[in-house]
């Protein structure tokens, strides 16, 4: 999820016939890690961290490959262990109606089966891999905010390395759309590139200099996702700040800047 990995990332999208070649081999390193882990060790020929594996094989760096599913499934349960943390030092009850909001493949979902969850994604094989292959309910999300219909409400929503991504607009009116379907007291938990990670990754600095707060590039992990709605996003506090208090009526309970993996800030807010 590392944002340096995914601007340096070049890989054509992966192929079908690519994915069956070598699908027994990944599978059969996958299975090590996961049962380590006690979840699903299958992937998702369309997961873009697949398709890392799938490049690296090509160039025949197998050593790589395990060590690349090694830390997709280390950090997905160390990630998944994060938000458990997370929502108990927030105080919600074991059985908390909990939304993944931009899921994926099911990374840390695989692991949050436990918690009384929902997944959602913009892509709908994702939707579908984690409803049928993980057996977490999923639900769709949308292009436009004001098109998504979540259903329910929820006690708890948590968006990892979606907000890094969002342009400006479709920042505030996610914000607005998500917020809209916590409960009463709901809180949500987003990710952000901010001033330590601009200050690890060149390109971030490069589209926040002359005091800027917000910078977007197009470039991004999602090869198929247009610019116009995911990118790479970069937003100090005051930029934060402002869309929160713009798009909703939540308040701050608490930021941490490098919060998710040393590199992106971690926002918590809650509505009233
Ligand atoms: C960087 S990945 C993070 C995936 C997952 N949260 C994880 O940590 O492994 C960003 C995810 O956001 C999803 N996404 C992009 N736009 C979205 C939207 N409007 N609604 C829901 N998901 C979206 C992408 O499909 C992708 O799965």
């Given at each position: 999820?590392?944002?340096v990995k995914e601007?340096?990332?070049n890989?054509?999208?992966v192929?079908?016939s690519?994915?069956?070649?070598?699908?027994?081999?990944?599978?059969a390193?996958?299975k090590?890690?996961?049962?380590?882990?006690s979840v699903?060790?299958?992937?998702?020929?369309?997961d873009?961290i697949?398709g890392?594996?799938v490049?690296r094989?090509s160039?025949g760096e197998?050593?790589?490959?395990?060590e690349?599913?090694?830390?997709?499934?280390?950090n997905?349960?160390a990630n998944?262990?994060?938000?458990?943390?997370?929502?108990?030092?927030l105080?919600?009850?074991?059985?908390a109606?909990?939304?993944?909001?931009?899921?994926?493949?099911?990374?840390?979902?695989?692991h949050?089966k436990?918690l009384n969850?929902?997944?959602?994604?913009?892509h709908p094989?994702?939707?579908?891999?984690c409803?049928?292959v993980?057996a977490v309910?999923?639900?769709?999300?949308?292009?436009?905010?004001?098109?998504?219909?979540?259903?329910e409400?929820?006690?708890?929503i948590?968006?990892?390395s979606?907000?890094?991504?969002?342009p400006?607009?479709?920042?505030?009116r996610?914000?607005?759309?998500?917020c809209?379907a916590l409960?009463?007291?709901?809180?949500l938990?987003?990710s952000?590139?901010?001033?330590?990670?601009a200050?690890?990754?060149?390109?971030?600095?490069?589209?926040?200099?002359d005091g800027?707060?917000?910078?977007?590039?197009?470039?991004?992990?999602q090869k198929?996702?247009d610019p116009s709605?995911?990118?790479?996003?970069?937003?100090?506090?005051?930029?934060?700040?402002?869309?929160?208090?713009?798009?909703?009526n939540?308040?701050?309970?608490?930021f941490?800047?490098?919060g998710?993996?040393g590199?992106?800030?971690?926002w918590?807010?809650?509505?009233?």
């Amino acid at each position: 999820m590392g944002l340096v990995k995914e601007l340096g990332r070049n890989s054509t999208p992966v192929r079908s016939s690519q994915a069956f070649e070598t699908s027994d081999f990944l599978q059969a390193l996958a299975k090590v890690w996961a049962d380590r882990y006690s979840v699903s060790p299958e992937l998702h020929e369309y997961d873009h961290i697949f398709g890392h594996l799938v490049a690296r094989l090509s160039t025949g760096e197998e050593m790589k490959v395990f060590e690349a599913l090694k830390h997709y499934f280390e950090n997905g349960a160390a990630n998944a262990q994060q938000v458990r943390e997370l929502m108990t030092s927030l105080g919600l009850p074991k059985d908390a109606k909990v939304l993944e909001f931009a899921s994926g493949y099911g990374r840390v979902t695989r692991h949050l089966k436990d918690l009384n969850l929902v997944a959602c994604d913009i892509h709908p094989e994702a939707v579908s891999f984690c409803e049928d292959v993980l057996a977490v309910p999923a639900i769709p999300s949308a292009s436009a905010p004001e098109d998504w219909e979540p259903g329910e409400k929820y006690d708890f929503i948590f968006a990892i390395s979606l907000w890094s991504h969002l342009p400006d607009g479709l920042f505030q009116r996610w914000l607005s759309s998500v917020c809209a379907a916590l409960k009463p007291d709901g809180y949500l938990m987003f990710s952000t590139h901010g001033a330590h990670a601009a200050s690890v990754v060149p390109q971030l600095a490069e589209v926040l200099k002359d005091g800027q707060q917000y910078g977007y590039l197009d470039g991004s992990d999602q090869k198929d996702l247009d610019p116009s709605i995911y990118g790479s996003t970069v937003v100090l506090p005051t930029y934060v700040i402002k869309a929160i208090y713009d798009a909703t009526n939540a308040r701050i309970v608490s930021f941490k800047s490098a919060g998710w993996w040393g590199l992106q800030d971690e926002w918590i807010i809650r509505v009233p």
